[in-house]
């Protein structure tokens, strides 16, 4: 549970709640209109939709949990590990390894170290994990890009809301006293679309990339790990 | 057929349809102004005509076509008929290539897979490959960099068309009761811009690069595969 | 004459024509400004002419009338020329080159083939054309730089224009009916602003940038070509 | 202390007040709204507490500090240091470096100097002074992203406030006299925004980048310094 | 003393003074707020010495006068000169070289050639020369920079100079005829920072890196021309 996320989005959510509250005259449902979520939300969705195969568009769905729910791989203590792991192989041979595949919950680094103790030449080894890491990181960037595009594209359709409205709005001016409200429905569309991009869509993404590049950098760790461990063995 | 390019564009037209249609006082012939079609896409048509030479202009419509059309081809698919390939050359030799052509739908593998056949040097092969994906490469991007540009120049010409309705309408305020309207109209160009740049161009642009990318993937695991058969093969 | 860009500017220009016909009360009269043709097209020169020495700010005239004037080089072509120059070298020596200058219309290829057939040496031939190349890729990137600028100020000028309208028509605001005409006076500068940049600046530049990547392109071929003809003819 | 800052924050607050102040009918408080403050700023903050994880957050406000207490290393002294230690060194072994560590205040040399006099293998000191630098540049780095990103967002914030403040206003136009302040202390979050942005956010940001650059081209001239003293001493 | 900058300025801002003499209503005083100057260019400024060191800030200055009294160098020249004390170096040998010394104008050639009649050998001279074309491109990127920062800031203050007028204004509408006046002075800090912005920060940034550019190559072809004296003389 990352918990700077979750104490970001319940701030600012807060924040905009405490403002409307203490606001003289204001109350939450002049902030609710369903017509202005649908056409800034549904418009993103839809926007994303064509830019990307629906494949990509539903596996973001599974990287963007992320943002809540990654727990930041410790750097140090997957050392730790592999020059542990690295000793046992020394010490004991590489099909000593095996023994100690239980106590692994990385399942990158239980994949490396099986094909080690299988005694797979190192070259394979390196050419399976780089290729497996090659996929995560697609998959990763593809899950930033969605998200990326949804924070540019809710702006654009808040905005389109909000044309909408006055376009319809300058309509029908036979009531004066509507143009008001008329206007104050139509800006609230503006309003979802910049909260959705600033306090949803672009930080989000912002986070995926830099968990994507933490992710990426244990990887990397972990596959010279493994291959120093394949590689000394087998000299040794 | 790519199901979330169709979804995509039929979701988000849904959405503003609903959204007129609930709205109080709405009617989709406020939203339908001719004059303001042709400023917005007549106009992002001339300038993205100004911007490329006629042939790639007309090229980008065989390419547009492909959000649309595009079958995504599958990976490990092309990976197992190369490695049958790979397999009935090592086999029966190259010249059994040849039986197998009228299998194979992709063009570009039959055209490396006839060179092989027919002794090519792999050299060659490789050659004549990588100058036939540099072309659809150079193709593609050109299409891309079509549709690129008309989504930059639709929100453009969406603001000319409204500036030109508020000089006419602030040129005749003779009828006070005229200028709401009159601003209506105005407005909708730029409506009319930033849906053809958010729910069209721009993901539109946006899926052509992907779709780029897949392909020119696909086409550098078929050389590699290709001169993986024609250079075992000879040296065998 | 490149005509994709001469239809391009007619049908802009064509379109925002018939628009301004067809609107209801308006004319053509309400949209000529001479004060807001100065400060868009002057302040962008201006602009301009302090970015760039004077003599890369003139050179820019010579290269944009390629816009329209640009004839895109048919690079087939150009390669049967070049075999066909490589086979003559080869059967009659490079003297006989020298017969077939008449014949090419191409200065750049002249400037090689003189040399080939004067027996420079091919490091000489290859040095002195790619000074040759640096120096027109560098004179067309300062034109495009120039005229990138000029879509870049343009609407910055046409919003200082407006402000200084909006300025004036603030601090005389004794007639309220002449609030609206004073109004639709200072939009017309960012009006104009606009068409400058979308219309013509932008996607000028855009072209001679296109143009400036396919003559680069015909050069390089070029250049590798009189380096066969004259590498091939000396080790023969 | 780095005076320029202090005198550019000082400079900027003091125009503003200035300005305020010589205006007509212009008073502070007008200009202090407390909700709008907490929008903006605590907006900002909150939509950076999601992009980063909590500890690269909190890590930011030590490299804030920065901006104002950095004393930039004068490089010609850094470099006198040097070459007056490898003077030692050459004359009296590297052993003799010992004795001078107590005179050097920067631990990134102390660091190296103590590797070396304990004859620690070149190679082995380039690594771990690498390592350190990375992991300085990493720390910046993301500090600088931090406060970009807040300059990014504050501009965003105060549009959202003036947005919801807008809407209020709109919803609630019994009273005429009210519209004119009700807009005023709307605009004031958009204010708050671009104030924080362009005299506080965007600048420091862009001081922690050259502040970065500058302390990693000092520990440049330390790593090769003390590399040229532990080499040449081990050769001669 | 360079023509196109001088026109360019002179030129802008001719074109902008006579649109107001011939705008009917106006006068050059209704253009003339020492409160939005003050909190443009101070702003502008105060934004910009908290990016950089004092130290680059001032060096701007020195910079920034090259916009207007650059002369360029015309390289054709700076060849000759090499070549002909090429020439004089073979002939008469390196010593000979000093004998011209008087003649040379350009500080970087005499350091160049002053260090070759004395011997130094040509490693030495290019590290040198080098390290002299790193200080003076770092000084100029730096200029540059400063000038570039302040053509971002420049419209940001515009805005918010503006956004406080109007919250002055708005906050004080007993009077309605004072709010055309006032909204007009507030306008103008916008006008301000547009000018400050688009006819002197951003073009003069752009021209300073055209200089740098164009000084860096003169350089670099002094560098190439001694070492290549140096290196001729040592060998013959």
Same mark, same amino acid.
């Given at each position: 549970m990352d918990i700077a996320s979750v104490i970001g989005v319940l701030l600012g959510a807060s924040l905009l709640a405490i403002a409307i509250m203490i606001a003289p005259g !204001?109350?939450?449902?002049?902030?609710?209109?369903?017509?202005?979520?649908?056409v800034v939300i549904g418009g993103s969705l839809a926007a994303a939709l064509i830019c990307f195969p629906l494949k990509s568009f539903l596996n973001t769905i599974r990287v963007a949990k992320n943002v809540f729910f990654n727990k930041q791989q410790d750097l140090s203590e997957l050392i730790e590990q592999l020059v542990s792991l690295a000793e046992t192989a020394r010490r004991d041979g590489l099909l000593a390894l095996e023994g100690r595949l239980e106590e692994i919950s990385d399942p990158f680094i239980v994949l490396g170290i099986q094909m080690a103790a299988d005694g797979t030449r190192p070259e394979v080894i390196e050419d399976i994990m780089r290729t497996e890491m090659d996929a995560v990181a697609t998959r990763?960037?593809?899950g930033k890009s969605v998200v990326d595009q949804m924070g540019r594209f809710a702006p654009a359709f808040g905005m389109i809301g909000t044309l909408m409205g006055l376009v319809i709005m300058l309509g029908n001016m036979d009531d004066p006293a509507a143009i008001g409200p008329g206007m104050?429905?139509?800006?609230? +569309? +503006?309003?979802? @679309? !910049?909260?959705c991009a600033n306090l949803l869509f672009l930080p989000f993404a912002e986070k995926? @990339?830099?968990?994507?590049?933490?992710?990426l950098l244990g990887m990397e760790i972990t596959v010279r790990g493994i291959m120093g461990i394949s590689r000394a063995t087998i000299r040794g």
């Open positions: !204001a109350s939450f449902g002049a902030f609710v209109d369903y017509p202005s979520m649908m990763h960037r593809n104050a429905v139509a800006l609230i +569309t +503006t309003l979802y @679309g !910049a909260i995926l @990339g830099f968990i994507n590049k933490h992710e």
